[in-house]
């Protein structure tokens, strides 16, 4: 079984903005189905969103791409619920929202105080804890 794991936006836009570190690496064992990644309908939209703001200047081919092998790749979960547990910008709540109805297992944050350490089945982590959580986990599936 899979781990599942919701990313949250700022982990996404951190992996294409910076080709190495934490961030980038969670994010091509997503897309390279190490883990499951969960993903809905908002927390889609929120991608696209964020990751096409000008200011960050990532080249839309490669924003398309990426969101493309998401889509493929993600589980697609429809949240029924209205999640009000994070504290941070109310697009939180989509990703609390989306980890509820697709029972990850994380929820990997560059912002933990934004949300509860726990939600419903979920764990908050760090870029760098979920790092020291997998690897274990990927090292005995190669064995």
Same mark, same amino acid.
């Given at each position: 079984?899979?781990? /599942?794991? %919701?990313? +949250?936006?700022n982990?996404? %836009?951190?992996?294409?903005?910076? +080709?190495?570190?934490?961030s980038a690496?969670?994010?091509?064992?997503?897309?390279n189905?190490?883990? $499951?990644?969960?993903?809905?309908?908002a927390?889609?939209?929120?991608?696209e969103?964020?990751?096409?703001?000008?200011? $960050?200047k990532? +080249?839309p081919? /490669?924003?398309?791409?990426v $969101?493309? $092998?998401?889509? /493929?790749?993600g589980?697609l979960?429809?949240?029924? *619920?209205?999640?009000?547990?994070?504290?941070?910008?109310?697009?939180?709540?989509? *990703?609390?929202?989306?980890?509820?109805?697709g029972?990850? +297992?994380?929820? %990997?944050?560059?912002?933990?105080?934004?949300?509860p350490?726990?939600?419903?089945?979920?764990?908050?982590?760090?870029?760098?804890?979920?790092?020291?959580?997998?690897?274990?986990?990927?090292?005995?599936?190669?064995?």
């Amino acid at each position: 079984m899979p781990i /599942k794991v %919701v990313l +949250d936006t700022n982990i996404v %836009v951190s992996a294409n903005l910076v +080709d190495e570190g934490p961030s980038a690496a969670i994010l091509a064992l997503a897309l390279n189905k190490n883990i $499951l990644m969960v993903v809905s309908p908002a927390v889609l939209e929120e991608y696209e969103k964020v990751l096409h703001r000008a200011r $960050l200047k990532l +080249d839309p081919a /490669k924003v398309a791409a990426v $969101l493309a $092998l998401i889509r /493929k790749n993600g589980l697609l979960a429809n949240p029924t *619920i209205a999640a009000t547990a994070a504290k941070g910008d109310e697009s939180d709540n989509r *990703i609390l929202e989306c980890a509820g109805a697709g029972q990850a +297992d994380y929820i %990997v944050t560059g912002n933990t105080k934004h949300f509860p350490e726990t939600f419903e089945q979920s764990r908050v982590v760090t870029p760098r804890q979920f790092i020291d959580i997998i690897l274990p986990f990927l090292a005995r599936q190669t064995r």
